[in-house]
């Protein structure tokens, strides 16, 4: 099991086709991916470029017109697989004329849940996500945030090992969002593995280990987050007031290895500059992708 | 026009759509109130076309609610539904026949047609299919009943208040069951809901058929006086003659049921009277201009100077008219019953009839013979009756039950008896009068 | 009454059911697998197999919790979408309907007729719009707000969303049906004058015999005559001949006795309502005053009990038949009878001399009056066991009209589950048409009850102007080939008929409007095998689409 990624993607295509079955749309294109248990995993990219799609082909929402998926060592469509897996999607697809308690009722008892479980999971979950005041109120009163939370706290009716979240931090305040975050980064001490796709890149850069980017349904990148925004061949000097002759006393200084020297670090580019430059590069070189190096095909091997 | 922006084309249609109103909401305003000519021009002209569902008659809340709910399908309901009745009138199903013309008429509440065929349809096509006479009945009632609630909603049409007053006129009084429908008509047989009077929808004043059905015939020709109001029956001076007819219907009918009283000399003069005096002095329109039936050279003259044809003319209309009518026989017929001498051949005959179906021969036969050496002797001065087929009839039959009370007692009919020539003269209609003969005294 | 309730042969009906189920299960396991391993290339089999072997764990493997969260969420889904706004709808009907129908009809017996028709109508129509948009849209919805999303994800089974929305909607039609059926019940009550109430809302139990007829020079025939009617439902038999309309009766016995309030005694009551055709109108000619001398006037009949077993004939009086009225014969247990030869008069018990050992009792009838006809279907002449009240007959017609709304609901959310909510509310809406008002022109059309009707002979027809009614011997047309094409084309739509359910079947009002008890064999058995007929493939389809298509809406 522990040697068994969470995910498995291999060779993923996924082509939408048109009423008389001619392809229309190729939304992705021979992704292979795994991620690991316990670990915050992102999909990164643009809008269609194929994130969401990912998402509902794991979920199997969506059927692969080509590759293949497993979770949690199950086929994708396996629907056994759901009890382990928690999904918010990219909206609350919620029923609207429910309130909170109904709602999570509601789904622990997709789970087949007994009653007093099912009651005390909903009391747990809602206070988790600070709806305790509005736990009686149907969801279309909610505003957007509560939706988002409630959308989670059904998520985790069940204690998934793996939580899917599409865009978890979309419409939520600062505020919101840095709470979103916090419960991701909880989720994963608690050992669970989080996989998130998102286009707003400083909620990836802040809880994820690993990200993929894609784009046009094609994945470019992929590594640790710190690996990818690294330059290992910058130095950056942070300082405090300096005048001019300061400065280039400094160049000079450090030009013969003297000197104080407030702070040096490796300047990270800002997740930001890195998914630009990707897309500015897949779009000059269209075609190019990132495919995964040895490590992961040796290892799948074993 | 594409290269318009989304707001500006919602503007514009907006302006086309206010645009077009005003001419709608300026001709389509609502008439103030019961004075005429207020309103837009379209109340105007609904009253002035007498379109308004009010004016036609009584409105039916519960018609104009279906209409409303159906909107525009109540051609294709009232159709789909008039199916249903044929069909359910072929499986004789009956309660859901009166049902469903029922439901017919509520969407269709101004369509003479549908009055006319399911009223008529009722009264005698679903009448005819009952075997116990009170059945039959209780149906020509509720055709009678269907046209009346027809006329209530319709005011104007006057073949509604025709076909009424011919139901229950015609239909009672002449039908196989007459004697039956008759006595119905004055003492219903469901004694239960109408404590032995009569059906008081139809006749609330305990009145002979015939003179309910005459009331009937007065409301149509009053309506179909009116300006702009015509009848579709039948030519109008016919349609006009029926009030006059109930009453020889009503005259006949006592006769018939063996009345020779006080009522029936009424009766008979009231006939005469309606039918020359009323009737017969009515304008009517022929192509030869206006003539009347009942004319003196007075009147031709002053029709013909009046209309600016020749009196030649004017006479040959008049005359063609009232052949059309059979003005001088109805004229004569009533004249020679008015008389007493008709009166009493008429009751000894009736009487002489009974006697021989009591098989009280001798009495019969002498009442018998009175009665024709009578009608002998009142044919004399109604010389023009003794063509007419009623006359013609009357007199053999009479013969044939004289004659047969000589083979019963194998008597030798003598050589010269009353009204023989006549006899002689009409051999060839024996054949056609003689069945009659049979049935009568077979039953 | 003027239909012939036929009962039920349920070891008949059930064959043709596993022969059409079979046929059409068979015909789509091998076309999907040809599409399977045509399309899906080497992992098409095993993937058939797979969804085969899922289909069979889906379908017994079902959670009781998962449906009825499913279900109890439809139910609440239908309340706040206002779908109760119907009862407001009905309410509105009801307080108008006096005007339509009070008045309609002075006769009492047709009035009661007319009333009870209009509820069970009208609460039919109301119900039927709610329970097709209902499941018709339901599914539909929640896939394009993609709710369904966040149920496809948690370990529900599409088995079970398929069944927990027709259990939630059928709870939902259920609850309409109940609370307009009690309405109604109530408004006829209030409606029926009390004193015509008491007499006439009843539910008549009838026990209908065998009908079979003898002709005037009495040999056996198995048709009455025709005396010009267009429905051919009724025979007739000539008056002082031979002819005999001769029914048969079986299972009856003391049981079936009954007290009759004249005479206080345990009797058997036959209830007819044969026709008259009269040749001569007879004696109408002399007025005569008092109903018994009325009743004298009308054709007569009698009925001779016949026991073959035991060669006994017993002759009971002659009665009067009233048309269309209930004309009751009440056969004492105890007859008196003289021997048409020996002129003995013997007295007979009915039960022990004239039922057979077996219950079967032959009751022979003849018209009386000469050249007058009398005429009769199966149904006209019955034995009348007691009475069940009212509420009997009106609530197994709701009954009838429940299985209705179950298996519209079925089949709206079969349809759902395969295409969006406009184009199955429309598919429901001619399933339906032609399961009501088609369905007897679908009958002879299959049956080849219609002459030349053929699609591709019609079609041919229609382009040259031929005309159907003679036909053209040699034209195109008629030629063989477009024959056996017509044929084949024929015999798949009898297959593809048995889709579209008699709806038909389902409506007793005819029983108890008429005032009669529903009978089990013939109306609630044929109602209650096709709806569960239905159950099984509507099931599998609902399902199978559901599972093989992706629940994106695009």
New interface residues.
């Given amino acids: 099991m522990s040697t068994q990624p969470a995910i498995e993607i291999r060779n993923l295509t996924k082509i939408y086709r048109d009423f008389w079955g001619r392809p229309k749309v190729r939304a992705v294109n021979a992704l292979s991916l795994d991620i690991q248990h316990g670990e915050v995993f992102g999909l990164l990219g643009p809008n269609g470029s194929g994130k969401t799609t990912t998402i509902k082909m794991l979920l199997g929402l969506l059927f692969p017109s080509d590759g293949e998926i497993r979770v949690l060592g199950k086929p994708a469509t396996d629907v056994k697989k759901n009890e382990e897996i928690g999904y918010l999607p990219e909206e609350s697809y919620l029923y609207r004329f429910l309130n909170a308690e109904e709602t999570l009722d509601f789904y622990g008892r997709l789970f087949d849940m007994p009653a007093a479980e099912r009651r005390k999971r909903t009391d747990e979950l809602i206070k988790m996500v600070g709806l305790d005041k509005a736990r009686r109120r149907q969801l279309k009163e909610y505003s957007k945030g509560m939706t988002r939370r409630i959308g989670l706290a059904q998520a985790l009716i069940n204690n998934p090992k793996l939580v899917l979240l599409d865009e978890p931090t979309s419409g939520l305040d600062p505020i919101g969002t840095r709470e979103m975050k916090d419960l991701i980064l909880k989720l994963k001490s608690e050992g669970k593995t989080v996989v998130m796709c998102s286009h707003l890149l400083a909620d990836v850069q802040d809880v994820c280990d690993r990200i993929a980017i894609l784009y046009n349904g094609e994945l470019k990148q992929l590594g640790r987050v710190e690996d990818l925004l690294s330059s290992q061949d910058k130095t950056q000097i942070v300082s405090s007031t300096l005048s001019a002759e300061a400065l280039k006393e400094i160049e000079e200084v450090i030009a013969r290895h003297h000197g104080t020297v407030q702070e040096i670090s490796h300047p990270t580019t800002s997740l930001e500059e890195l998914f630009l430059q990707t897309v500015a590069d897949s779009q000059a070189r269209p075609g190019q992708r990132f495919v995964a190096d040895e490590k992961i095909s040796s290892e799948s091997s074993k | 026009m594409n290269n318009l922006d989304s707001r500006t084309r919602k503007l514009l249609y907006f302006g086309g759509i206010i645009l077009l109103s005003i001419p709608i909401i300026y001709l389509g305003r609502p008439s103030a109130g019961m004075e005429q000519g207020s309103g837009g021009k379209l109340a105007q002209l609904r009253s002035e076309y007498d379109l308004g569902e009010s004016t036609l008659g009584q409105v039916d ?2 018609s104009a ?2 209409n409303l709910v159906l909107l525009g399908m109540r051609g294709v309901a009232s159709s789909v539904l008039w199916n249903q009745a044929n069909e359910e009138q ?7 026949l ?2 469903t013309t ?2 017919i008429i ?1 969407l269709q509440p101004h369509f003479r047609k549908v009055w006319e065929f399911q009223g008529w349809n009722l009264a005698y096509n679903v009448s005819k ?7 039959r009945y ?1 149906w020509v009632k ?1 055709g009678a009943k269907f046209l009346k609630d027809g006329v209530r909603q319709n005011e104007n049409i006057p073949d509604l208040y025709w076909y009424t007053g011919f139901i229950l006129g015609n239909k009672i009084g002449n039908s ?2 007459w ?2 429908f008759r ?1 119905y008509f004055i003492s219903d047989p469901d004694v239960k809901k109408w404590n032995g009077g009569p059906d008081s929808d139809l006749n609330p004043n305990r009145l002979d058929n015939y003179l309910v059905g005459q009331i009937w015939f007065y409301d149509a020709n009053k309506v179909e006086a009116l300006p702009g109001i015509e009848q579709h029956r039948m030519q109008q001076m016919l349609f006009r003659a029926y009030p006059s007819h109930a009453q020889f219907g009503y005259a006949q009918a006592l006769y018939k049921e063996g009345q020779f009283n006080e009522q029936s000399r009424e009766a008979w003069e009231l006939a005469y009277e309606l039918w020359t005096r009323e009737f017969g002095r009515e304008e009517h329109e022929s192509p030869g201009g206006f003539i009347i039936l009942e004319s003196t050279p007075e009147d031709i003259k002053r029709l013909s100077e009046r209309d600016g044809v020749s009196e030649e003319t004017k006479r040959r209309w008049t005359n063609s008219y009232q052949d059309r009518c059979q003005y001088r026989f109805w004229r004569s017929l009533a004249a020679l019953e008015s008389e007493d001498l008709a009166r009493e051949a008429r009751r000894n005959i009736y009487d002489g009839k009974q006697f021989y179906r009591d098989q009280k021969f001798r009495e019969s036969q002498r009442l018998l013979e009175l009665g024709m050496e009578q009608f002998e002797r009142l044919l004399l001065d109604y010389d023009s009756l003794k063509g007419e087929d009623q006359i013609i009839e009357d007199a053999l039959m009479t013969i044939l039950y004289w004659k047969s009370i000589h083979d019963v007692r194998d008597e030798e009919i003598p050589a010269e008896y009353p009204l023989k020539q006549f006899f002689d003269q009409h051999q060839s209609r024996m054949e056609s009068v003689e069945p009659f003969f049979r049935r ?1 005294i077979e ?1 | 009454m ?1 239909f012939d309730p036929e009962d039920i042969n349920i070891p008949e009906s059930l064959t043709y059911w596993g022969l059409t189920f079979g046929i059409a299960l068979a015909a789509s396991l091998v076309v999907a697998f040809l599409l399977a391993a045509a399309l899906g290339g080497k992992k098409g089999i095993p993937r058939y197999f797979d969804h085969l072997g899922e289909g069979l764990r889906d379908t017994f493997g079902m959670s009781l919790r998962r449906v009825m969260a499913i279900s109890s969420l439809t139910v609440k889904e239908s309340i706040r979408k206002k779908t109760l706004l119907v009862f407001v709808v009905f309410a509105i009907l009801f307080m ?1 309907a006096g ?3 009070s008045g ?4 009492k ?2 009035q009661l ?2 009333h009870v ?1 209009f509820v069970l109508t009208s609460i039919a129509w109301m119900v039927f719009p709610v329970a097709l948009l209902l499941s018709c849209w339901g599914i539909p919805e929640d896939i394009r707000l993609r709710s369904l999303h966040t149920v496809v994800t948690k370990p529900v089974k599409r088995s079970e969303i398929v069944v927990g929305r027709v259990i939630g909607f059928s709870l939902v039609g259920t609850f309409v049906v109940a609370v307009m059926s009690i309405v109604g019940y109530i408004w006829i009550l209030r409606q029926i004058p009390p004193e015509i109430a008491k007499a006439e809302l009843i539910s008549r139990v009838p026990i209908y015999g065998h009908l079979s007829y003898l002709d005037r020079q009495g040999q056996p025939t198995n048709k009455g005559l025709n005396t010009g ?3 051919e ?1 009724r025979g007739y038999i000539e008056g002082a001949t031979k002819a005999r309309a001769i029914w048969k009766f079986e299972n009856l016995g003391e049981s079936s006795l009954r007290l009759n309030p004249a005479t206080q005694e345990k009797e058997l009551l036959m209830e007819n309502s044969m ?2 055709f ?1 040749t001569h ?1 007879g ?5 005569v005053e008092s109903s018994e001398e ?1 009743e004298a ?3 007569h009949g009698q009925i001779v009990l016949e026991n073959p077993e035991k060669n006994l004939r017993v002759s009971l009086p002659q009665f009067a ?4 009225h209930q004309n009751l014969n009440w056969i004492p247990r105890k007859i008196s009878s003289t021997d048409e030869e020996t002129q003995e008069t013997k007295t007979y018990d009915l039960i022990e001399d004239l039922i057979q050992d077996d219950g079967s009792l032959i009751v022979e009838f003849r018209c009386v009056d000469a050249g007058q006809y009398i005429g009769m279907a199966r149904p006209d002449l019955f034995v009348r066991l007691p009475e069940k009240p009212f509420a009997s007959s009106y609530f197994k017609s709701i009954f009838g009209l429940w299985m209705m709304t179950i298996l519209v609901i079925v089949m709206g959310v079969t349809a759902s589950t395969f295409v969006k909510g406009p184009v199955a509310t429309l598919l429901l809406l001619s399933v339906f048409l032609m399961g009501t008002l088609f369905q007897h022109f679908m009958e002879d059309m299959l049956a080849g009850n219609l002459k030349r009707s053929g699609l591709f002979e019609s079609g041919i027809r229609i382009l040259t102007h031929g005309n159907p009614e003679v036909g053209k011997e040699g034209s195109i047309e008629e030629s063989a080939a477009i024959k056996r094409i017509d044929q084949g084309f024929t015999g798949f739509l009898k297959l593809a008929s048995n889709a579209v359910p008699n709806f038909n079947t389902f409506s007793f009002k005819a029983y108890t409007a008429n005032g009669f008890d529903v009978p089990l064999r013939s109306a609630i058995l044929p109602a209650v095998f096709s709806l569960l007929g239905f159950l099984l493939p509507c099931f599998l389809l609902g399902y199978f689409s559901l599972k093989l298509r992706e629940l994106e809406a695009k």
């Fill in positions: 809340p519960s609610t279906m072929e499986n004789k199903n009956w309660a859901s009166r049902a029922q439901s509520k299919e009952w075997d116990d006479v009170r059945d209780y509720e196989d069951e004697k039956y006595k009568e039953n | 003027d108008f005007w339509f129908l309609a009809n002075a006769n017996d047709l007729s007319v028709s009617d267009i429905n439902f026709q008259s009269r109108k004696g109408i000619d002399d007025l009325m006037l009308l054709l038949i009233r048309e269309f």
